[in-house]
């Protein structure tokens, strides 16, 4: 079955399909930008303790999916990690201001999380000291999964999906 990571969630389908296939793994994150990663998730952590919002490590979840897509039964599935759990929200944290582009990928992203935490609310906190409060929106769920369900499928017939050039300043296969 194949196991897609929820990071992956309505990003450029390109990208994942070209990491499912790299092995050991896609291209790893260079030292300084994880650097500013762990960096933001800190200052985040004290931003919410400041704010009176007790938070913890969240742990590994997965979440198994079968579902018909395009009359084909798919089945996969996503595993990850939110940054943070609170009371009753979790917690996503980037490290970059919020660029419109990947807005859609993190509510994406965090849905999922709400869904495997089984909580109904989320907080998205940017680098820049943004933030978004979310509701838990199925259809967002529903599209998150659609995508997946596209993706096992170029995967199985080894079709290249369409690029997003939305993500290619940070893409490590812009160069390919
Ligand atoms: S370079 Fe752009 S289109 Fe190509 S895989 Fe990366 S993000 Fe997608």
């Known amino acids: 079955m194949f196991r897609f990571?929820?990071?992956?969630?309505?990003?450029?389908?390109?990208?994942?399909?070209?990491?499912?296939?790299?092995?050991p793994g896609p291209p790893r994150?260079?030292?300084?930008?994880?650097?500013?990663?762990?960096?933001?998730?800190?200052?985040?952590?004290?931003?919410?303790?400041?704010?009176?919002?007790?938070?913890?490590?969240?742990?590994?979840?997965?979440?198994?999916?079968?579902?018909?897509?395009?009359?084909?039964?798919?089945?996969?599935?996503?595993?990850?990690?939110?940054d943070y759990l609170a009371e009753n929200a979790v917690v996503e944290v980037k490290a970059g201001r919020p660029r419109t582009s990947y807005i859609p990928a993190y509510l994406a992203q965090l849905?999922?999380?709400?869904?495997?935490?089984?909580?109904?609310?989320?907080l998205l906190l940017f680098g820049d000291g943004t933030f978004l409060r979310v509701r838990r929106s199925d259809f967002v769920i529903r599209q998150s999964l659609s995508?997946?369900?596209?993706?096992?499928?170029?995967?199985?017939?080894?079709?290249?999906?369409e690029g997003d050039y939305a993500f290619c300043a940070s893409c490590p296969y812009r160069v390919l």
Not at 114 to 120: A, E, F, N, P, S
């Open 5 to 23: 990571p929820v990071s992956w969630a309505l990003r450029c389908m390109r990208y994942c399909f070209f990491s499912y296939f790299s092995k």
């Open 147 to 161: 995508y997946f369900s596209e993706l096992a499928g170029c995967i199985e017939d080894f079709r290249v999906p």
């Open 111 to 122: 849905n999922l999380y709400m869904l495997m935490y089984g909580i109904d609310q989320g």
């Open 29 to 82: 994150l260079p030292r300084p930008l994880k650097e500013r990663g762990r960096m933001a998730e800190r200052r985040a952590f004290l931003w919410l303790k400041n704010m009176g919002i007790d938070v913890k490590r969240a742990g590994n979840r997965e979440l198994h999916v079968r579902l018909t897509h395009n009359g084909r039964m798919e089945e996969f599935t996503l595993t990850g990690r939110a």
